[in-house]
């Protein structure tokens, strides 16, 4: 396994939109046990194949206390949304140290491939519902901060490259 580099808003690549996994073989099983290593170095709950450069429809997360849980969703697409809606703070791995609140459908159903290509249907609310929604959001080049307002997304864009050129220089 192998630690992957996340990419970082404002970086052109996350807006990409994934295209649907082929075959579930030995190449997705390695992408998808190095997406789960990084997610959980990185102290995410979730993680998209775009966030690691990767434009296939691949999805992990892990919303459980232990941390011990992983959740594989190949190619998901979602079949059945609440009509509620909430709103709640979500930060993102490719935005870090940067939180604000999103509005979301309060319960979500999504039907994917698991990691052995089988598929399943997953029903699910609260920290997971979002979760999935967010990370879907990734597969079609979207970044939580686009729910933001301009002057907001301007702001957190401003701060990304000023981070940025910081590290950069050491």
């Known amino acids: 396994m192998a630690l992957l580099p996340i990419l970082r808003y404002p970086d052109p690549r996350l807006l990409k939109v994934a295209r649907p996994v082929a075959t ?13 290593e990084t997610m959980y170095e990185a102290q995410g709950i979730g993680l998209a194949a775009t966030q690691v450069d990767v434009h296939e429809r691949l999805i992990v997360m892990d919303v459980s206390a232990q941390r011990d849980a992983p959740l594989v969703l190949i190619n998901p697409e979602l079949v059945a949304r609440s009509e509620d809606m909430d709103f709640g703070e979500e930060g993102c791995l490719s935005v870090p140290q940067i939180y604000d609140e999103v509005q979301r459908y309060t319960r979500v159903t999504v039907r994917a491939l698991d990691r052995l290509g089988q598929p399943r249907e997953i029903a699910a609310e609260g920290v997971m519902s979002v979760c999935i929604q967010h990370e879907m959001d990734h597969l079609i080049g979207k970044v939580f901060v686009e729910y933001l307002s301009p002057l907001k997304r301007n702001r957190v864009r401003s701060k990304m490259l000023k981070r940025s050129r910081d590290e950069a220089r050491g």
């Open 24 to 36: 579930v073989d030995d190449r997705i099983h390695r992408l998808i046990d190095d997406m789960l």
